[in-house]
Nanobody
C-alpha cells in the first residue's frame, strides 16, 4: 500500500509559478509510475503529466512547455513545477501512483492505483 500527500497549492495571479509536491510513503519501491491529474469544477479529471521508472515523461498538450514533472530517485517525492500559470489551470491537483503488487514469488502480479487527497490551485486575475 502507498500513501500520497500533496502540498504546495495556493492562490496566484496569471503568469506566476507554483511548485506542487507529493510525498509518498509505504511500499514506494513497488511504484512503477506516478502522475499528476487535475479536476476543475464541473469537469472530468484529466492527466497533466506522468513520469515512469526510467524517468521518461509525458505531458498534456495544454501544459506542455509550462509545467515540469520530476521525482526523486526513491519515489519518495513527486514534483510538479508550474510556470506561466493561466486561469484555466485552476483545479484540484491530484497525485497518482501505479504500484505493482506481487505477494509471493509464486503468485501473479497486478497493478493497483493510489491517489492523494488533492491540493487546490487557483489562478485569478
Amino acid at each position: 500500500q502507498v500513501r500520497l500527500v500533496e502540498s504546495g497549492g495556493g492562490l496566484v495571479q496569471p503568469g506566476e509559478s507554483l511548485r506542487l509536491s507529493c510525498a509518498a510513503s509505504g511500499s514506494v519501491r513497488s511504484i512503477n509510475a506516478m502522475a499528476w491529474y487535475r479536476q476543475a469544477k464541473g469537469k472530468e479529471r484529466e492527466l497533466v503529466a506522468s513520469i515512469s521508472r526510467d524517468y521518461s515523461t509525458n505531458y498534456a498538450d495544454s501544459i506542455r512547455g509550462r509545467f515540469t514533472i520530476s521525482r526523486d530517485t526513491s519515489w519518495n517525492t513527486l514534483y510538479l513545477q508550474m510556470k506561466s500559470l493561466k486561469p484555466e489551470d485552476s483545479a484540484v491537483y491530484y497525485c497518482n501512483a501505479d504500484v505493482t503488487i506481487k505477494p509471493s514469488i509464486e503468485s501473479p502480479a497486478w497493478t493497483e492505483t493510489y491517489w492523494g487527497q488533492g491540493t487546490q490551485v487557483t489562478v485569478f486575475s
